[in-house]
């Protein structure tokens, strides 16, 4: 019996954490793809700043609020401009970012396909 | 032939690349935030500084006057010495200084206040850095010029006399 409870306790334990973990690490996702705006080359994440502290409690604020990913990075965005978000939204001025692997992609692959065929 | 258009892809592909790159190098690579963009105050609610009570932004910045949001806290050097010049700007009646008070030690903020004097109408409290995010601000100090609920100008970093003299001609 005293085992039965043992295990009991142990495996709601562990499932309490395991739902938390979940939440923190949906936290973290979140804040790894924003930059802190006001160090060099850190994202929220990883900074101890002031600015990201706060960041951070309104992210968690946000989550438990019912808000997806994407809402809460419209909502950074629209605060702070595109720059907060390491990953940039296709737009005019990035499309060439998009674009160009995959330009040089066909290029290369071009090539290839030639020589295969002047081999044979 | 086909050996005279490899060349002349390679170099004009070349050519691509160094154009992107030369263009590159005019754009400054520090980032700026935009300072007037004409936005929306954020809705929030606070408790205010003396008496502690709860007050939703929509019954602050609710008249046809302009409104100095001013983040400050004692901790931060700046913030003192732009003080002298927003107890100046306080003798100026068309504007209206609401101070809001960030990540502050109660006494350390009532010192403050004590020490160098108060121009604000009402000091709210953010004590966990969330309502200045809701502004969209960097830290402290930082300073919002709003009229008519939206953000006409943003000041990041302390004001100097300069700055007084825009905010000024503004409000005129």
């Given at each position: ?7 009991f ?7 309490l954490?395991y739902l ?13 793809n ?5 160090c ?5 994440y ?5 600015f990201?502290?706060?960041v ?8 438990n609020?019912g808000l ?9 965005t629209e ?42 | ?10 170099i004009?592909f070349?050519?691509f690349?160094?154009?992107i ?5 005019n754009n ?21 500084f ?10 602050i ?30 003798e ?5 200084i609401?101070?809001l008070n ?17 121009p ?21 100090p ?27 001609s503004f409000?005129k």
């Amino acid at each position: 019996m005293k085992i039965l409870k043992l295990i009991f306790i142990t495996f709601l334990v562990f499932s309490l954490n395991y739902l938390n973990a979940d939440e923190i690490d949906f936290q973290n996702k979140i804040t790894k793809n924003l930059r802190c705006l006001i160090c060099q080359g850190q994202s929220v994440y990883d900074s101890d700043s002031e600015f990201a502290i706060s960041v951070k409690l309104v992210v968690k604020n946000k989550i438990n609020a019912g808000l997806s990913e994407k809402e809460i990075y419209n909502f950074l965005t629209e605060k702070y401009g595109e720059w907060i978000l390491y990953d940039p939204k296709l737009n005019k001025n990035t499309y060439i970012l998009w674009f160009l692997p995959l330009l040089i992609f066909l290029f290369g692959g071009a090539i290839v396909i030639k020589k295969f065929i002047n081999i044979r | 032939m086909n050996n005279k258009i490899f060349p002349i892809i390679v170099i004009s592909f070349f050519i691509f690349i160094f154009f992107i790159f030369f263009k590159g190098l005019n754009n400054s690579n520090t980032y700026k935030p935009s300072d007037n963009e004409n936005k929306i105050i954020p809705k929030f609610s606070a408790y205010t500084f003396f008496d502690n009570k709860l007050v939703y932004s929509d019954n602050i910045f609710n008249q046809k006057k302009f409104y100095l949001l001013n983040i400050w806290s004692s901790w931060c050097l700046p913030c003192r010495e732009e003080h002298p010049l927003i107890m100046n700007l306080k003798e100026n009646s068309k504007i209206e200084i609401i101070g809001l008070n960030y990540k502050d030690k109660d006494k350390n903020a009532k010192k403050f206040i004590n020490d160098l004097g108060n121009p604000y109408s009402k000091i709210l409290l953010d004590e966990d850095g969330t309502k200045a995010i809701e502004w969209g601000a960097y830290g402290v100090p930082e300073t919002f010029l709003i009229f008519e609920n939206k953000i006409i100008k943003k000041y990041i970093g302390p004001l100097n006399s300069e700055l007084i003299l825009e905010i000024e001609s503004f409000v005129k």
